[in-house]
């Protein structure tokens, strides 16, 4: 059987990643075998995008084909022939963020991003997409406290970070039986059960 597409997504410092390690835990103690990854990246070339896409200066259209390229590799190396095999995959980020970012962070025509999204994925979508969704201030302080370097991203705007969040909030309310969102100010233990839940009906 094939296994499920699950995908994370959120403004940076919305505590996704922490998310994202526990629930492939919790899904490995489920005894699923599961991959997990993330975008930019999950692939050798894809980790190279990456490095480039966080640090080096580009046109926005650039940026988007640059996300694209990588997740035209992500798809064919690791996320297809592991779900094939039955696994699943639990994705740090997807299409979802290229929305959100180059589209509502950067301004990118949406009708771009969707002749990307066509072209790449011919359909395919996540199982689910779970948005943790938190206030720009919050998410800004949590990040400062982090002690790491901010990367091109992360040095945007909090204007910036408020256009990324209403398009992930506004995709939601489109597309509400994938993707879900979750109120990132709640406790670890709330959110870990509000993801179980959504386990469940997959
Ligand atoms: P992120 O997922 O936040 O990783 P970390 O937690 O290690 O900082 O970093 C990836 C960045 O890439 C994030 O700022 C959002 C951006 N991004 C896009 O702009 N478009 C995309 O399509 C994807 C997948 C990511």
């Known amino acids: 059987m094939?296994?499920?597409?699950?995908?994370?997504?959120?403004?940076?410092?919305?505590?996704?990643?922490?998310?994202?390690?526990?629930?492939?835990?919790y899904l490995k103690s489920q005894g699923r075998e599961v991959v997990a990854t993330r975008e930019p990246g999950g692939t050798e070339l894809g980790e190279k995008l990456r490095a480039l896409l966080l640090s080096e200066p580009m046109h926005l259209e650039t940026e988007a084909l640059l996300m694209f390229a990588a997740r035209r590799e992500h798809l064919d190396k690791l996320i297809l022939p592991a779900l094939k095999s039955g696994k699943w995959v639990v994705s740090d980020r997807f299409t979802d963020a290229s929305y959100a970012y180059q589209g509502g962070g950067r301004g990118l025509a949406r009708e771009k991003i969707q002749v990307l999204e066509r072209w790449v994925q011919t359909g395919f979508q996540p199982d689910i997409t779970v948005v943790f969704d938190l206030p720009t201030e919050i998410a800004c302080e949590r990040l400062a406290k982090t002690g790491q370097a901010p990367d091109r991203f992360e040095l945007e705007t909090r204007a910036f970070f408020e256009r990324v969040r209403k398009t992930y909030l506004r995709r939601a309310?489109?597309?509400?039986?994938?993707?879900?969102?979750?109120?990132?100010?709640?406790?670890?233990?709330?959110?870990?059960?509000?993801?179980e839940k959504f386990i469940v009906t997959l």
């Open 2 to 25: 094939r296994g499920k597409f699950i995908t994370l997504e959120g403004i940076d410092g919305a505590g996704k990643s922490t998310h994202h390690a526990w629930l492939v835990g």
């Open 173 to 195: 309310v489109t597309e509400p039986d994938r993707i879900k969102v979750v109120d990132s100010r709640q406790s670890l233990d709330d959110i870990r059960k509000i993801l």
